[in-house]
């Protein structure tokens, strides 16, 4: 059993929320609304993008020493062609060096939040969750925290892999925006 | 009918000239042995990144005017680690801006030569192509010829999207070199 901090309650907080209480973690929001607590040995960044630059500015002291998932797909939303963060790096990677104390591991960037509830893609296939990070044991940790959960977690490589991550996160989100697939779809990989 | 030039007859090009073949096209292959001969309206790029150099080189003149389908995996291979087109381009983009004359698409860098050739991802889901071209009228060319073919075709953009598929390329090919997955998985597309 794990303690799992989520920021943010959108689709995906609560769509990850559940994957981790169905696999018998102990699962708390924080929202805007919260009072200052300590967090969880899991934090999920489930805002925004340009939000994550305030938790980090509230909670930098208590994200020390935490495995932090980082699920953003920092997209430029007005134009929907580019991402925001520099083509050599990554949301994730950036978090990173502001976060020097915590574990960062990029995932669950690269799933829609309908299929992280149904746990398949379009129905039909085991929906696969990706990590990325230098902490293998954090990886290691959120592994284990997911088994029984009914998803497929797969360790991507280090965090470098973030910015490959992102890619796919960005593709999906336009190839649905321009109704190619549905939101109940997207990439899953097979192996 | 659309005839089909492919340079390079490895396990690439050959899987996917039976996929213009089946589908009811005239196929040919050039290779270093080949005499300089007229191309087809479709031409694919099925050698390796720095092999691309020379045939350019060689063909500029004859690929003025035709469709170009880059399947190139830019990565470097020693390291596994990295691509060697810079980061905020694509080797698909910097073909395009060599061949200013030719209609450049990229294409087929996301899928194993077995799930071509199986038309399956893992045996178990319908293969997809991606393409990614400015070339509205290339792209749709590329789908009607590959119509029969049993492979699921889709639009994945502009050039600039090339970018997100050599991410795709390269991930998965880190994921199939770490035994992670098998060379007859992969990322597949769900609608």
């Not at 991402?83 to 990173?96: E, G, I, K, N, T």
């Not at 929906?127 to 497929?152: C, F, H, P, R, Y």
Request: glycine share 8%; hydrophobic share 40%; net charge negative.
């Amino acid at each position: 059993m794990t303690t799992i901090s989520i920021f943010g309650k959108g689709n995906m907080g609560q769509a990850i929320g559940s994957n981790f209480s169905d696999a018998g973690n102990q699962v708390s929001y924080v929202t805007h609304d919260s009072k200052k607590t300590e967090l969880g040995e899991i934090v999920i960044f489930a805002v925004p993008y340009p939000a994550v630059k305030e938790v980090i500015a509230d909670y930098k002291q208590e994200l020390a020493g935490k495995i932090i998932i980082d699920i953003t797909n920092p997209l430029d939303f007005d134009t929907f062609d580019r991402l925001v963060v520099p083509s050599d790096s990554s949301a994730a990677a950036l978090f990173a060096t502001e976060l020097p104390e915590s574990k960062v591991v990029k995932g669950f960037n690269t799933t829609f939040a309908a299929t992280l509830t149904s746990k398949k893609v379009s129905g039909e296939h085991q929906t696969t969750v990706l990590l990325a990070s230098d902490d293998a044991a954090a990886k290691e940790t959120i592994s284990q925290s997911l088994s029984g959960s009914g998803l497929n977690v797969v360790d991507a490589g280090a965090l470098k892999r973030a910015r490959e991550l992102e890619a796919i996160g960005f593709l999906q989100l336009t190839l649905a925006a321009s109704e190619k697939i549905n939101w109940t779809g997207g990439f899953d990989l097979f192996k």
